[in-house]
C-alpha cells in the first residue's frame, strides 16, 4: 500500500467505483421485498421459489452459489469484456471459483439458519438489527472477508504459499483486510436489512441474487491490492485475469 493510501481511502476507491451496480442492486432487492409483503403475485412467486428451496435444500444452496458467484460473474467477462469470445482462462477462474463459491455459499446458509434458531425467524427491528450485527461485524470480520482476500490472492499469485503466511499479520489484515471490510459494509449492510426482513427459506435465495456483485467488487479489491487495476475501475470483473 502506497504511502498516500490508507485502509479507508482503498476502501472508498472500491466503494465508489462500484456504486452505481450497488445502488441497483440494492434497489432491486428492496423493490422485490417490498413487493413480497404488497404483491399477492409476487409474494406467490417468492413463496414458489422458498418451497423449491427447502425441497433441494443443499442441492439447491450449492448450484446457486456456484451460479450466482463463479458462473454469472464468468459470463459477465466474456460477454461484456472479450466481446463474447471464451479463452482458457475463464475454465481455469471457474476451476478455482466453483469451489470456493460453493463452500463459502453453503456456510451462510448454514449461519442463517443458525441465527434463525438462535433469534427466531421474525422480522422485527430488534432481531433484523441483532442478525445484522453477527453477520457484518462477526462472521465477516473473522472469518468472510479474510476467507475471499485469502482465496483471491491466491488464485492471483499462482497459488503461492505466501498469501497463507501473511494472513495471520496485522499488516495484512490492516491494509487488505480492513479496506475490504469498508467496502463491502458499505453494500451489504443495505442488502443484509432487506435480505433479514424476510422469512428465513427467502433469506438465501436473496443472499444468491446479491451475490454476483459481491465477486466483483471482491475481485476489483484484491486486484488493486496486485497493482493490476487503477482506482477509478469501473467494474471488478473488467479486470479480471487468469
Known sequence: MSK???PLTIGWEAARANAKPALIIQTAMLALAVAYY?????????RHLAE??????????????????AVVP??????????????FMNLRNLAFTIPVWGFDGSLVDLMYR????????????????????????GYNIFFAAPFGVLTYEWKNS????QPVHDLFTWRHYRDKIIPTLLA??????????????????????????????????????TNRFAGKVEADAP?????SEG
Not at 464468468?74 to 479463452?87: A, V
Not at 499462482?158 to 504459499?161: K, N, V
Not at 467494474?235 to 479486470?239: H, N, P, R
Open 4 to 6: 498516500s493510501q490508507t
Open 38 to 46: 404488497t404483491n399477492p403475485a409476487t409474494a406467490d412467486t417468492l
Open 52 to 69: 423449491f428451496k427447502r425441497a433441494h435444500g443443499l442441492g439447491f444452496v450449492v448450484v446457486a452459489s456456484i451460479a450466482a458467484g
Open 74 to 87: 464468468e459470463m459477465f467477462l466474456i460477454l461484456f469484456f472479450q466481446r463474447g469470445r471464451p479463452h
Open 114 to 137: 443458525a441465527e434463525a434458531l438462535w433469534l427466531g425467524d421474525v422480522a422485527n427491528f430488534p432481531v433484523v438489527l441483532s442478525k445484522i450485527c453477527l453477520d457484518q461485524f
Open 158 to 161: 499462482g497459488i503461492s504459499i
Open 184 to 221: 463491502t459494509w458499505a453494500v451489504w449492510i443495505p442488502l443484509m436489512a432487506i435480505i433479514y426482513s424476510l422469512p428465513l427459506a427467502l433469506q438465501f435465495p436473496l443472499f444468491a441474487l446479491a451475490l454476483s456483485f459481491w465477486v466483483l467488487l471482491l475481485t476489483y479489491m
Open 235 to 239: 467494474l471488478a470483473l473488467s479486470v
